[in-house]
């Protein structure tokens, strides 16, 4: 079965910078597109980040662009999230997914499979 972890959250300060990733077990991790979403306590979960197959097509959502960077190694079957200057709005638990969708829609439209999360905390 196709599993995702994540790894690398933690208690950082405004300011600070951090890189999460995540691991992919179980399936072909270079054929999936790769996205990274965020949930807070009460809030829904919102897209931050996708990056396709090959790592040369990336897109961001506007309240991280410019500040995040989604990488991959496909060697490694790991996917990254370099986070620059947290403010503490982005105090979230962390998840990744997989678009194992053959012939999908670019960016992707759902994804099949997720990670439980990490947790990375912004204090002011």
């Known amino acids: 079965q196709v599993q995702l972890v994540e790894s690398g959250g933690k208690l950082v300060q405004a300011g600070d910078s951090l890189i999460v990733s995540c691991t992919v077990s179980?399936?072909?991790?270079?054929?999936?597109?790769m996205g990274w979403f965020r949930q807070a306590p009460g809030k829904e979960r919102e897209f931050v980040a996708v990056?396709?197959?090959?790592?040369?097509?990336?897109d961001y959502a506007d309240s991280v662009r410019g500040r995040f960077t989604v990488s991959r190694d496909n060697a490694k079957s790991t996917v990254y999230l370099q986070m620059n200057n947290l403010k503490p709005e982005d105090t979230a638990i962390y998840s990744c997914?997989?678009?194992?969708?053959?012939?999908?829609?670019?960016?992707?439209?759902?994804?099949?499979?997720w990670g439980q999360g990490t947790q990375v905390t912004v204090s002011s």
């Open positions: 997914a997989a678009d194992a969708s053959a012939y999908g829609a670019w960016p992707p439209r759902r994804y099949h499979y």
């Open positions: 179980g399936g072909p991790f270079s054929l999936y597109a």
């Open positions: 990056i396709n197959r090959s790592g040369r097509s990336t």
